[in-house]
């Protein structure tokens, strides 16, 4: 069957760097999702990858495994904004997403 | 960057009527549109999926009986709860890629907090 795990919760400390990680396994593979959803609102796009490396984007990076069926996305200069759930989802051969239950972030101050 | 809206943001309805939620590309023509279903911490539920001009494809569980989904235009798509029930309350939000197929991303409207009563 097809599954997405990542951690339910993490918390780190303002001006941290944190590391969410998430493991897929999908029939077929066209690429690893990551999306940022605060409370109460809609998921918003943060990144992309269907190679193999890390793509970086500004304060946030992703990287995949293809190999490994595993991804992160490293948070770095954190900010108290960026207390959100962080979604990853895996598109599969039939360019579905298969959406992984989200990773709570708590910064704390 | 491309826009999706939805209307109503939040509606409260009494159990047994019908509530409508409508879903909008603003500047770019949707050739699929995705509705979900997520419940407080629960991650997104894909409900069904929605070609311009053809019957939307709906995932094990969903009663398409009950969540009517109408994909008129390249820039609309409604979602129609019939006979809503207080289990339907919950979250809907729809989601718009500009080209069918591919891994393409998913552009997602403000959803809309539905209530039942």
């Known amino acids: 069957g097809q599954n997405i795990d990542q951690p339910t919760e993490m918390t780190a400390t303002e001006g941290a760097i944190v590391q969410i990680n998430c493991t897929y396994q999908t029939s077929g593979f066209n690429g690893l999702f990551w999306y940022q959803q605060h409370a109460g609102e809609a998921p918003t796009f943060l990144s992309y990858n269907v190679l193999d490396g890390l793509e970086e984007k500004g304060r946030f990076s992703s990287f995949l495994s293809r190999s490994k069926g595993y991804s992160y996305l490293l948070l770095k200069e954190l900010q108290m904004k960026d207390s959100a759930s962080y979604l990853c989802?895996?598109?599969?051969?039939?360019?579905?997403?298969?959406w992984g239950a989200g990773t709570k972030l708590i910064i704390k101050p | 960057g491309a826009v999706v809206s939805q209307h109503p943001s939040w509606v409260i309805c009494k159990s047994g009527t019908s509530v409508k939620i409508e879903c909008r590309s603003l500047?770019?023509?949707?050739?699929?549109m995705f509705w979900y279903r997520q419940f407080p911490k629960q991650s997104l539920m894909l409900m069904a999926t929605?070609?311009?001009?053809?019957?939307?494809?709906?995932e094990q569980g969903v009663e398409k009986d009950k969540f009517l989904i109408n994909h008129a235009s390249l820039t609309l798509s409604t979602l129609t709860v019939t006979s809503a029930h207080p289990e339907d309350s919950s979250f809907y939000i729809c989601?718009?890629?500009?080209?069918?197929?591919?891994?393409?991303?998913?552009?997602f409207g403000p959803g809309t907090r539905l209530t039942v009563l």
């Open positions: 989802a895996a598109m599969d051969s039939n360019y579905q997403l298969i």
């Open positions: 989601s718009a890629t500009e080209l069918a197929g591919g891994p393409n991303e998913q552009f």
């Open positions: 500047d770019f023509q949707a050739t699929t």
């Open positions: 929605s070609n311009e001009g053809s019957k939307a494809t709906y």
